[in-house]
């Protein structure tokens, strides 16, 4: 499986605004087209001014910014990357097999909720026992991966999944496995994901260039002080 290096520096892990550097704070998105993150404060600011997404310029009229990342929201973006086939670029090396403890992840089981409402179409209700179902089964599938192959998992998936197509599935079986291996909590995870097809999460260096750069520069003199 692909794979590609993380920093040892804890904070990158961290969500960075793209407007002020820094950590974000409430975040927020400038539209529902792009849905690139920034601190609430700052993107309500920089419309007032311009009002353009400041990543990708996209126009945003400052009467709409404000939009709190609600799970509407998120669950929309992650259907656009169903829509388009895109795929995740893994945060981290795939070679070592999933533990059960990995699996288990509160923060992958909240993930699996969301991208199954998006990818399926289920209905977004607590009480929504057919979710729960699928959740439960995908992270058996994903238990199993190993021993049965991603061929196989995916017929197992479209069993219960069968709404979807199985280009779907398998871009989906995908984004599982980059998700499921990555040590970030599920906010900081959506930040920073990138794609092999050019396009990214709400945040994204490759769309502002110079962030990580000006960030890690940041860091190095929080360091000498």
């Not at 993107?43 to 007032?48: E, K, L, T, Y």
């Not at 509407?72 to 829509?83: D, N, P, S, T």
């Not at 388009?84 to 699996?112: M, V, Y």
């Not at 995908?174 to 994901?193: G, K, W």
Request: glycine share 4%; proline share 6%; with cysteine.
């Amino acid at each position: 499986m692909p794979s590609s290096e993380s920093g040892d520096d804890g904070d990158d892990d961290v969500a960075v605004c793209p407007i002020c550097l820094g950590e974000i704070v409430h975040p927020t998105v400038a539209n529902l087209t792009c849905l690139h993150q920034f601190c609430r404060d700052c993107i309500v600011r920089w419309v007032a001014v311009r009002p353009v997404c400041p990543v990708c310029r996209t126009a945003s009229p400052a009467a709409r910014v404000g939009v709190v990342l609600t799970q509407q929201v998120l669950v929309r973006w992650r259907q656009l990357i169903y829509e388009r086939g895109l795929r995740a670029i893994p945060t981290t090396s795939q070679t070592r097999a999933l533990t059960p403890e990995q699996i288990r992840s509160p923060e992958l089981r909240k993930w699996l909720f969301r991208e199954l409402i998006a990818v399926c179409g289920f209905k977004d209700d607590p009480k929504n026992s057919s979710l729960e179902y699928a959740v439960n089964a995908v992270l058996a599938v994903l238990l199993d991966l190993r021993t049965i192959g991603e061929s196989k998992a995916v017929d197992i998936l479209s069993i219960f999944m069968s709404a979807c197509s199985r280009p779907r599935l398998e871009v989906f079986l995908h984004e599982l496995q980059c998700r499921a291996y990555s040590a970030l909590d599920n906010l900081n995870y959506d930040s920073y994901v990138r794609y092999r097809e050019g396009l990214s999460g709400p945040i994204a260096d490759s769309q502002y260039p110079g962030i990580r750069k000006r960030l890690d520069t940041r860091r190095r003199k929080r360091l000498r002080r």
